[in-house]
């Protein structure tokens, strides 16, 4: 297809692009610059986007004193337990719900959907006393539980759609064949959702890895603590380690910027082709 834009269009389109990256990109920009420069330059009264002298001291502080590779590890544990849970799960019931007869599919669509209506802060407190009574604090299975009821949602919303975007032909001809329903599940629908799989599965393990006030309620030692309360945990009474900090949110940031970029193919058609019904 011919381009019919202007040269002023096409400028314009540029122009525009260019201040998203700027407004978007700029903040990560500047985490990373202070996570290279002294302390004493962060409080100087005219703050430089170039590091002057270089020093990796806040990442030296961040690894070696306050063992931040502990909260990284944790947090990678739960995440990783947590996306592909949502994605067993979730990939079930989207299935049940698009290929095989359920009466009122939509009403439990919708009671699933509500469920992740409820503000984080008003389930905290419920949550706790269960966690409490059953030993769960201070363990992944009580983040795990908890990511996988917040993310479940999302990810049978997300299936569902891109499920129903897929001929039902191909149902008729897998049972022709002798598929039964478990394979026709394994072996033809995700394979062929894999970008909807990869979609969901990042937004998951994204929601997972943020995820700041469960974590903060239902951990109270490093041994479990997650990467945004070791974060906040670098602060003390008297004083912020705000280059310490940055350090630690440019390493726990990076693996997502990788991810999404690597991924974003398939993000971009898990999250477009939902919404066309063939």
Sequence with gaps: MKDTRSPLQTIAIYLGALLILIWSGGPFIWQFSISFQLDKALTSGSPS????????????????????????????????????????????????????????RFGILMVILSVSMFPQIALVGPLYLVATNLGLLDTYTALIITYLALGLPLVTWVLFGYFETLPREIDEAARMDGVSVPGLLWHI????SLPSLVTTGLLAFITAWNEFLFALAFTSNIDRQTIPVGIANFTNQYYVPWGDIAAASAVVTVPLIVLVLFFQRHIIEGLTQGGIKE
């Design 49 to 104: 986007l170039i590091p002057d002298p270089f020093t990796l001291e806040h990442y030296y502080n961040a690894f070696i004193e306050k063992e931040l590779h502990r909260y990284v590890w944790n947090s990678l544990v739960v995440s990783l337990a947590t996306t592909f849970l949502c994605l067993f799960v979730g990939s079930l019931a989207a299935f049940a719900l698009s290929r095989l007869n359920v009466k009122g």
């Design 189 to 192: 629908i995700l394979p062929m």
